[in-house]
């Protein structure tokens, strides 16, 4: 596992938060590892739950029909630099 950097442990934390994951430890999360199916086991309630806490927290909308979703929720790492490239506030 690589080392989370802090923009993507402050992601993960939020994750953890706002989708209840009681189980999980945001530290732990690999920022490579896939954020659905085998990886992090999320799915798309998760996906939505998890873009309107980012758009509260960050100040822009992740759009459900972007094509780019697949790309942009593939891992922690992914998401955290699209946040970063992105963000508002």
């Known amino acids: 596992m690589s080392a989370q950097t802090a923009e993507e442990h402050a ?19 690999d920022p490579e590892a896939p954020l659905f ?27 459900s029909d972007s094509e780019d979703n697949q790309r942009i929720f593939a891992s922690l790492r992914a998401l955290s630099a699209h946040v970063q490239a992105n963000k508002t506030t």
Request: proline share 0%; charged share 25%.
């Open 11 to 29: 992601l993960a934390e939020l994750l953890v938060e706002s989708l209840n994951l009681e189980d999980v430890n945001a530290g732990e999360i």
């Open 37 to 63: 199916n085998t990886g992090l086991g999320l799915d798309s309630i998760d996906a939505l739950e998890l873009a309107l806490a980012i758009g509260k927290k960050y100040g822009f909308q992740l759009r």
